[in-house]
């Protein structure tokens, strides 16, 4: 089992930066595939990015393409996501997800989640 730990999140203004991470508890994290989803209010929660396991492999919602890069140091039992370019449309609580098997983008198969971290990004 693995338990997630968002931080980063917080206000800035269109066109600006954050980055997130995610601390993995525990010593097998380079077990885990790693994601981030977002939800905002109102709305279902959405694919952003993921990660395998090594970091080998990365894939992104055609949304943030080119703007967000996801990102992982096994060494520190962390995954990142920069985030550049931000828009006001990208504010939402932002997840951590894990999962041993799975990094598809449908957030009901993932296994493990942290708590959230809002982004809000003001026009």
């Known amino acids: 089992q693995v338990q997630l730990v968002e931080s980063g999140g917080g206000l800035v203004q269109a066109g600006g930066s954050l980055r997130l991470s995610c601390a993995a508890s525990g010593r097998t994290f380079s077990r885990y595939t790693m994601g981030w989803f977002r939800q905002a209010p109102g709305k279902e929660r959405e694919f952003v990015a993921t990660?395998?396991?090594?970091?080998?492999?990365?894939y992104y919602a055609d949304s943030v393409k080119g703007r967000f890069t996801i990102s992982r140091d096994n060494a520190k039992n962390t995954q990142y996501l920069q985030m550049n370019s931000l828009k006001p449309e990208d504010t939402a609580v932002y997840y951590c997800a894990a999962d041993s098997v799975y990094y598809g983008s449908s957030w009901g198969s993932w296994s493990y989640w942290g708590q959230g971290t809002q982004v809000t990004v003001s026009s």
């Open positions: 990660i395998t396991w090594s970091g080998g492999r990365t």
